[in-house]
């Protein structure tokens, strides 16, 4: 099945900078969505935008998406320390073969420093 | 409080010894599944159910079994565990009537490892 994939796959950055990670996909969906992981724990959600959106905010994270390039971006603003985490996109498969549910990319890691 | 359980959440097992992971929700979810994380190869859909008695192979089922005789559980079994099973399993479940593409919700996750 398709497979999202994110980059950069680390990355490394000053406290209260932004960061921007990217996503891109192969084929037609139906959304996105983006996870969080800390080391060894459990996914969390973030955000999800339709496929007929293209920006979405939610506190400190921005995403957009671009569904002409297959791509979307996830930007974390003001970083802190306790954001240090994986990050996974995630999209469902609209082509309607293969497995039900989300295919998730390999992640980027992201590490924040004091 | 709205969670996914799982247990155990570390085991140590060896070659050929029949497990079983469970993995239970209770926020009424219709849709559940099960996942592998491995290093350089992200999460993985073992298996996933739309509902009670209703199960269905992932992208990597080789190896393991299901079954959903409740809607809020849904074990992962290993009939024979191999050591390429070793991994970080995950079990989520989606809101009443999502499936495809909703937000899933996660375990804690089980790490597995078969010597």
């Known amino acids: 099945s398709q497979q999202g994939e994110e980059d950069p796959q680390a990355l490394s950055i000053q406290e209260g900078e932004n960061a921007t990670m990217n996503c891109s996909y192969k084929?037609?969906?139906?959304?996105l969505q983006w996870y969080r992981q800390n080391s060894g724990r459990g996914l969390v959600h973030l955000i999800l935008?339709?496929?007929?959106?293209r920006e979405k905010h939610s506190g400190r994270l921005r995403v957009t998406l671009d569904t002409s390039k297959k791509s979307s971006s996830l930007l974390i603003t003001a970083s802190r320390a306790a954001d240090t985490a994986s990050y996974f996109c995630?999209?469902?498969?609209?082509?309607?073969?293969?497995?039900?549910?989300?295919?998730f990319g390999k992640g980027t890691h992201l590490i924040i420093q004091p | 409080e709205a969670q996914v359980t799982q247990n155990p959440r570390y085991l140590i097992t060896v070659t050929g010894k029949k497990l079983t992971v469970t993995c239970s929700q209770n926020?009424?979810?219709?849709?559940m599944s099960w996942y592998r994380q491995d290093p350089g190869l992200g999460l993985r859909q073992i298996y996933y159910?739309?509902?009670?008695?209703?199960?269905d192979k992932g992208d990597v089922p080789e190896g393991y079994k299901v079954s959903r005789k409740e809607k809020r559980n849904f074990p992962l079994i290993l009939e024979s565990p191999s050591p390429n099973q070793t991994s970080l399993y995950f079990c989520?479940?989606?809101?009443?009537?999502?499936?495809?593409?909703?937000?899933?919700?996660f375990g804690p996750g089980t790490r597995l490892t078969v010597l």
């Open positions: 159910s739309m509902n009670v008695e209703v199960t």
């Open positions: 935008i339709r496929s007929n959106e």
């Open positions: 084929t037609s969906i139906n959304n």
């Open positions: 926020m009424n979810h219709e849709y």
């Open positions: 989520a479940s989606s809101y009443p009537g999502g499936a495809r593409g909703d937000t899933q919700y």
């Open positions: 995630a999209t469902d498969d609209y082509s309607g073969g293969g497995a039900d549910g989300l295919t």
